[in-house]
């Protein structure tokens, strides 16, 4: 690992100056993710601005819903009666990411920036656009068995790694960013980029912004009581998601009234499947039903040399899903 600078911020309007001053600086957090990049060599940084004393850990019920700090952890949303009262889509989907040291330690808001693990992105000796503008993409044609069916370019086939993202896209997440510029919020969906020309942009962040919190409206809400977060992977705990999906259902008997759908594991962004939950909308539960849906969310999707089994696990994953969300 390089040397670098390292500073404790008590305030957030400092924070954000030191990175505005230092262009090679960055925050820090949990650190689960960023030091395993610095360590490998694949990030740099000259200076480390440490943020766990800033007031961003609170979990509280708003007016409109759920506002859940950038700094809690990833242990303590999922464990917070308000989330796992009102959200509980998003406790699984947490529970089923990493390991519970990990969880511990990671944020929410590192949660979100967090980079692929693609391993031809972490591997210096080979090629990759996201980490090396221009370079290639090493998986394109190498052992891409982890890797998108959805959203892909020429430029970079990698996923986005995290389960809590699916379950906050199809929750219908905000999150909240504060920059030199002020303050804005992001529709979760427009949060995360698809790679395009530029892979090495993973979602839409000025680098001088600092993500604050993520709120979730409380109409989400409504889908709490049939869901269900499904992951497969290759061994039972702590591993990346081969396909995952967040499932979250509301239902009138066995009618459902609306429906929520996302994947993981499939796309550079956690992928919304808006026109399975369009299908979905006023149908009445079933095998049939569900396969049809399976079928529309995976219309689009291109598969390479090592990845073609997932054009047959995803279908199935959405499948069972649903099946386990409508009881």
């Avoid at 800033?54 to 708003?62: D, R, V």
């Avoid at 000025?206 to 979730?216: F, K, M, N, Q, Y």
Wanted: charge should be positive; include cysteine; glycine fraction near 8%.
């Amino acid at each position: 690992m390089n040397p670098f600078q390292y500073t404790r911020s008590l305030a957030t309007a400092g924070a954000i100056q030191s990175l505005v001053k230092e262009p090679q600086a960055h925050f820090l957090a949990g650190g689960t993710n960023l030091i395993d990049l610095m360590k490998m060599g694949v990030v740099v940084p000259e200076r480390l601005v440490d943020i766990n004393p800033l007031p961003l850990k609170i979990i509280e019920k708003t007016v409109s819903g759920l506002h859940i700090g950038a700094l809690a952890t990833n242990s303590e949303v999922a464990d917070h009666p308000l989330v796992l009262q009102g959200y509980p889509l998003l406790s699984l989907a947490i529970n089923a990411g990493a390991s519970p040291q990990l969880r511990n330690m990671a944020t929410v808001g590192g949660n979100l920036m967090q980079r692929t693990r693609c391993n031809y992105f972490f591997d210096l000796t080979m090629p990759c656009n996201k980490r090396a503008p221009g370079s290639g993409c090493g998986a394109l044609e190498g052992y891409n068995r982890m890797h998108a069916l959805f959203g892909a370019s020429d430029h970079c086939i990698a996923v986005n790694p995290s389960d809590m993202n699916v379950a906050l896209v199809a929750l219908d997440a905000v999150v909240h960013v504060k920059g030199p510029k002020g303050e804005r919020a992001i529709p979760f969906g427009a949060f995360h980029r698809l790679p395009g020309d530029h892979p090495e942009k993973d979602n839409t962040l000025e680098r001088t912004e600092l993500i604050t919190g993520v709120t979730l409206p409380a109409s989400s809400s409504a889908f709490k009581g049939r869901v269900h977060y499904l992951k497969v992977r290759d061994r039972s705990s702590y591993a990346f998601a081969l396909v995952s999906v967040a499932a979250a259902l509301d239902m009138e008997g066995t009618t459902i009234r609306e429906a929520r759908l996302a994947m993981g594991g499939v796309a550079h962004k956690p992928w919304r499947l808006f026109s399975a939950e369009q299908f979905l909308k006023g149908k009445t539960a079933g095998v049939d039903t569900f396969k049809q849906a399976a079928a529309i969310a995976m219309q689009g999707a291109k598969a390479y040399q090592y990845n073609k089994f997932k054009l047959i696990l995803a279908p199935n994953a959405i499948v069972e899903a649903l099946q386990t969300a409508s009881a």
